[in-house]
């Protein structure tokens, strides 16, 4: 099939209306994989920042329940195993696991008027991934919290602190 010299022509004079140089090409494609990986980066740091908040958080909870139901514990059981099962329960309530909480009484006696102080620990891996889970030894999110027991509380020997609720 041959073409006769006026499609020959029409055809070669489309074709030269493009130019056979780069100018015009669209530049920086590289830059999209570029900023997907910072996004996934951002991500991530995002994430893990917030989880070590969240640890935080749910461990300043456990302090504080640990130390509350020691402080209140009836006369007569034992108030550090009742106070461990509290803050296990918070820590497991956080959607955290229980076996990685140091909780540590620092002043723990139970006597009227006495300074009750406990503080947790908590493990945060260094990257936390969903569905996979964390890796790294991370950061260590800590809490105190204190108390003093009631000094009209019946059942309990009466301490040699001076009540002075103004002085806490």
């Known amino acids: 099939m041959r073409r006769g010299r006026r499609g020959q022509r029409r055809w070669q004079r489309r074709w030269r209306r493009w130019p056979r140089d ?7 494609i590289e830059a999209i994989p570029f900023g997907i990986l910072v996004f ?15 640890a935080k958080m749910a461990v300043a909870a456990a302090a504080r329940e640990a130390t509350r139901v020691y402080v209140e514990a009836p006369a007569g059981t ?18 955290r696991d229980p076996t990685l909480l140091q ?11 006495h300074r009750v102080t406990f503080a947790a620990s908590y493990q945060v891996p ?18 105190r919290h204190s108390e003093i027991v009631d000094p009209y509380r019946t059942g309990v020997a009466l301490g040699t602190e001076r009540c002075d609720t103004r002085a806490a």
């Open 22 to 28: 780069e100018s015009g090409q669209v530049a920086g």
């Open 40 to 54: 996934v980066v951002g991500v991530l740091l995002v994430s893990n920042a917030w989880a070590v908040i969240d």
């Open 78 to 95: 034992d108030a550090l195993a009742l106070a461990r099962a509290a803050a296990d329960e918070v820590i497991r309530g956080a959607g």
């Open 103 to 113: 909780l540590v009484p620092e002043s723990a006696g139970l006597t009227r008027c």
């Open 126 to 143: 260094a990257v936390t991934l969903p569905w996979i889970g964390g890796y790294g030894g991370g950061f260590t999110a800590r809490a």
